[in-house]
T-cell receptor, first 109, second 114 residues
Framework: DAKTTQPTSMDCAEGRAANLPCNHSTISGNEYVYWYRQIHSQGPQYIIHGLKNNETNEMASLIITEDRKSSTLILPHATLRDTAVYYCIVRVRDDKIIFGKGTRLHILP | DGGITQSPKYLFRKEGQNVTLSCEQNLNHDAMYWYRQDPGQGLRLIYYSQIVNDFQKGDIAEGYSVSREKKESFPLTVTSAQKNPTAFYLC?????????????FGPGTRLTVL
């Protein structure tokens, strides 16, 4: 049922940029791309979202391709505390978020 | 200190008993949501409410009930009709409940049925 495809897991060295890809080839023109992360046994934490343009905030940058069929979340300087499951989500409609299984990001010391 | 609180963090119940999970928010958000998460899986929507005294079923509402008597509160009751209630339950809220709104999540309640 998920409308996004993400790698199951990724590794990144501490201090390096972590680039997490997401494919959403069936996205519609008015659907937002959201990114959340979840640390074990905690509630998901909002990271960033976008529609067409690239976005940046204090946590991350979101790069959306021109055709909107894929996006990349960038954590510029990964730390051990960034180890989590990262979910790329397309908002289907007003009332729900469809979560897939996400990408398990391991930050290596 | 604004946010969403859920209580208790851990909950144990005997099979056949109803149990109510609390969710409170002081963000002045109109919309509130309940999700269920099973090990290694994403979240699935149980119920949502976009305004006081109104709520809608999500994908897996069977065996659950909710109420929305106050804007800041959205309790979830897991009834004995829910066949596999052991899970991690997450409450969320957003300003208006539209697709451009961000949903903010509480810390979750882990329910175990013995």
């Amino acid at each position: 049922d998920a409308k996004t495809t993400q790698p199951t897991s990724m590794d990144c060295a501490e201090g390096r940029a972590a680039n997490l890809p997401c494919n959403h080839s069936t996205i519609s023109g008015n659907e937002y791309v959201y990114w959340y992360r979840q640390i074990h046994s905690q509630g998901p934490q909002y990271i960033i979202h976008g529609l067409k343009n690239n976005e940046t905030n204090e946590m991350a940058s979101l790069i959306i391709t021109e055709d909107r069929k894929s996006s990349t979340l960038i954590l510029p300087h990964a730390t051990l505390r960034d180890t989590a499951v990262y979910y790329c989500i397309v908002r289907v409609r007003d009332d729900k978020i469809i979560f897939g299984k996400g990408t398990r990001l391991h930050i290596l010391p | 200190d604004g946010g969403i609180t859920q209580s208790p963090k851990y909950l144990f119940r005997k099979e056949g008993q109803n149990v109510t999970l609390s969710c409170e928010q002081n963000l002045n958000h109109d919309a509130m949501y309940w999700y269920r998460q099973d090990p290694g899986q994403g979240l699935r929507l149980i119920y949502y409410s976009q305004i006081v005294n109104d709520f809608q079923k999500g994908d897996i509402a069977e065996g659950y009930s909710v109420s929305r008597e106050k804007k800041e509160s959205f309790p979830l009751t897991v009834t004995s009709a829910q066949k596999n209630p052991t899970a991690f339950y997450l409450c969320a809220s957003s300003i208006y409940g539209t697709s451009s709104d961000t949903q903010y999540f509480g810390p979750g309640t882990r329910l175990t049925v013995l």
